[in-house]
């Protein structure tokens, strides 16, 4: 029953998001040229928010942190500071193709990434006991302890946005105004590359993680266990820490930074299918897509001349989800 009313609710999604903000244009042609754009549109809603939904439970149970999300991490910033660098200092190389955005968004992604899990790993190494012959007390991972990595990935994204504002003072004027756009997040599409490109690394990211879900679910009970079971963990986390930051590099490469989504789907998710990963995976790549949706045709359902950029929306809203979550959390965090 609750997949069936979820069925619904995606298809009213992707409908509103085809026919607004004019009905009669998309209906009198909706293979015309701007009804072919409304498509590439819708598509590129929906892979990117199932992207970043797959995404944001991998990362949840990478960290066994259920505020790990790319946009917390770093991850995100990372992305954009790879995408940043390939527009302004490597203009020789930038011909305005999504390939060569996405691989420059990969690899800010992978370097941000490598370096938080380096850190988690240092972090969570077990202590040394100043008395000797006194029992070394072992690193521990959730609740409190854990959340030190959310606040390694926020300098992590206050030095990129840092390194982001610099490229932006020795930018063209053009290359300002494209990065400029770029940063606020919106799923507008003139080529059909972008969202094929985009579908076609969602399905596969999210079959990825599917097939891995037995062994995601050992590995959210814990390293030691997952390992006492036989789970390959040093290898299952670098696979997954290089699909999460493929996903996020990609969507943000097309898409531009689109903050939260990837937060809110999984907890939205989570709360109506439970945590199984099989189940958790497609609910919260159903939900993030829904949002990704809705906040598209929300920004173009204010006004015929003024379009507010999704990525906006989903950051106001994506705010206030994370302050109800610290507050419900806030006897963990004292």
């Given at each position: 029953m609750k997949w069936f009313?979820?069925?619904?609710?995606?298809?009213?999604?992707?409908?509103?998001?085809?026919?607004?903000?004019?009905?009669?244009?998309?209906?009198?042609?909706?293979?015309?040229?701007?009804?072919?754009?409304?498509?590439?549109?819708?598509?590129?809603?929906?892979?990117?928010?199932?992207?970043?939904?797959?995404?944001?439970?991998?990362?949840?149970?990478?960290?066994?942190?259920?505020?790990?999300?790319?946009?917390?991490?770093?991850?995100?910033?990372?992305?954009v500071l790879g995408a940043a660098v390939y527009v302004v200092l490597l203009p020789a190389l930038e011909v305005n193709n999504s390939f060569g955005l996405a691989l420059a968004s990969f690899v800010g992604a992978l370097v941000v990434f490598a370096f938080v899990l380096s850190v988690d790993f240092l972090l969570n190494r077990p202590r040394k006991?100043?008395?000797?012959?006194a029992p070394r007390r072992a690193g521990r991972r959730g609740n409190g302890?854990?959340?030190?990595?959310?606040?390694?990935?926020?300098?992590?994204?206050?030095?990129?946005?840092?390194?982001?504002?610099?490229?932006?003072?020795?930018?063209?004027?053009d290359q300002l105004q494209r990065m400029t756009f770029w940063t606020f997040g919106s799923f507008e599409s003139l080529?059909?590359?972008?969202?094929?490109?985009?579908?076609?690394?969602?399905?596969?990211?999210?079959?990825?993680?599917?097939?891995?879900?037995?062994?995601?679910?050992?590995?959210?009970?814990?390293?030691?266990?997952?390992?006492?079971?036989?789970?390959?963990?040093?290898?299952?986390r670098g696979q997954i820490a290089l699909a999460i930051a493929l996903g996020v590099a990609?969507?943000?490469?097309?898409?531009?930074?689109?903050?939260?989504?990837?937060?809110?789907?999984?907890?939205?998710?989570?709360?109506?299918?439970?945590?199984?990963?099989r189940r958790w995976l497609l609910a919260s790549a159903l939900v993030s897509a829904v949002l990704c949706l809705s906040a598209d045709s929300a920004g173009r359902a204010v006004s015929n001349s003024v379009e507010i950029p999704a990525g906006t929306l989903t950051t106001i809203v994506g705010a206030i989800v994370l302050l109800s979550i610290l507050v419900g959390k806030r006897e963990e965090l004292v």
């Open positions: 009313l979820g069925s619904i609710v995606v298809v009213v999604a992707v409908l509103a998001s085809l026919l607004m903000p004019s009905i009669a244009v998309f209906v009198d042609d909706p293979f015309g040229p701007i009804g072919m754009l409304r498509i590439q549109r819708t598509t590129n809603c929906f892979a990117a928010g199932s992207l970043l939904g797959a995404c944001g439970v991998g990362s949840q149970i990478l960290f066994q942190n259920d505020l790990a999300d790319p946009t917390l991490t770093g991850v995100s910033s990372g992305s006991s100043v008395v000797r012959g302890n854990s959340y030190r990595i959310i606040l390694v990935g926020l300098c992590i994204s206050g030095l990129c946005t840092a390194l982001i504002a610099l490229l932006f003072l020795v930018a063209r004027r080529t059909v590359f972008e969202p094929l490109l985009l579908s076609v690394v969602s399905i596969t990211l999210i079959v990825f993680f599917v097939s891995k879900s037995t062994r995601l679910d050992l590995l959210a009970l814990g390293e030691l266990k997952a390992k006492t079971l036989g789970v390959p963990v040093t290898m299952l990609c969507c943000t490469a097309i898409c531009g930074p689109i903050a939260f989504v990837s937060l809110i789907g999984p907890h939205v998710g989570g709360a109506i299918v439970g945590f199984s990963s």
